[in-house]
């Protein structure tokens, strides 16, 4: 004799071998990985990235009422602050929506804000243009042009047509302003349908806007398909004599669609351990 031995099949000298374990089917891991997306979801919505929707006419025609845009959150964690020609969200400073309908949801609608796929109702948010940061003097006289620091901005690219840059009206549209550190100066692009920073001075912030309430930049127009399209800073925000602008890394991936994308290495490392 040799010492040879045979097993049978599926045995080792050991004694019996492992069955391998059957892989779960689809229908068993779905949802798992809903639950998964939605955790990914969740965290996205409060640090990267969140869809809001526009409510009014007071940016057209950069918005239109009903758009749906992305916010990047990402960068005011690390201490990116807005920027001129930026287009912002931002808490209500001071009851600025003051008499605005309010809008019940319905219990799909809640679902789908909790997970940031619809901007919360709950959340009385506004976005605007932001014109003047700390240390900037925002100045209007007559029809305009508007002036930072004493230049005069050529806003047509943006500015609602057959608007003026400024608003001849004794309620605000007048106005020469000093920012103060940690706040900013906003305005809508549809001038003259838009009450932002020039039509609440009477507020506890004189019209401006803290820094630590503003929620993130509006980095794309995501909603309707036909509208899609980024949301850079205009050139005339550029010149000199403004201050440098900083082009600030966008977000563009809706918090749905990098849920996914983060369920997918998740699901090859489960089928690899199975």
Not at 10 to 26: C, I, V
Not at 89 to 106: C, I, K, Q, R, T
Not at 179 to 198: C, L, T
Request: aromatic share 8%.
């Amino acid at each position: 004799m040799t010492g040879e031995y045979s097993t049978a099949e599926g045995e080792g000298p050991g004694g019996p071998a492992r069955t391998p374990k059957k892989p779960r089917s689809f229908w068993k891991e779905l949802p798992i990985l809903i639950g998964i997306a939605l955790v990914l979801a969740l965290l996205i919505k409060t640090f990267l990235v969140q869809a809001f929707s526009i409510p009014s006419d007071s940016m057209q025609n950069t918005l239109q009422q009903g758009d749906r845009v992305l916010v990047d959150k990402l960068t005011p964690w690390f201490g990116s602050e807005p920027e001129r020609g930026e287009v912002v969200v931002f808490h209500d400073p001071d009851n600025w929506l003051a008499g605005e309908p309010v809008v019940d949801p319905n219990a799909f609608q809640t679902f789908l804000s909790w997970i940031g796929l619809m901007p919360s109702a709950e959340e009385k948010d506004l976005i605007k243009r932001v014109v003047g940061v700390g240390g900037d003097t925002v100045e209007c006289k007559g029809t305009g042009p508007l002036t930072v620091n004493g230049k005069a901005l050529d806003e047509g690219s943006y500015v609602y047509p057959g608007n003026t840059p400024c608003s001849v009206d004794d309620q605000g549209g007048q106005f020469k302003v000093k920012v103060p550190e940690g706040y900013i100066w906003v305005m809508g692009d549809h001038r003259q349908n838009s009450r932002d920073s020039r039509y609440n001075q009477s507020d506890k912030h004189n019209g401006m806007v803290p820094v630590k309430d503003v929620v993130g930049r509006a980095i794309v127009v995501a909603w309707p398909i036909n509208r899609w399209d980024n949301l850079p800073v205009p050139d005339t925000f550029d010149q000199a004599g403004l201050g440098a602008q900083s082009a600030a890394a966008g977000l563009t991936v809706a918090p749905q669609g990098a849920a996914l994308l983060g369920v997918v290495p998740v699901v090859l490392w489960r089928r690899r351990k199975q």
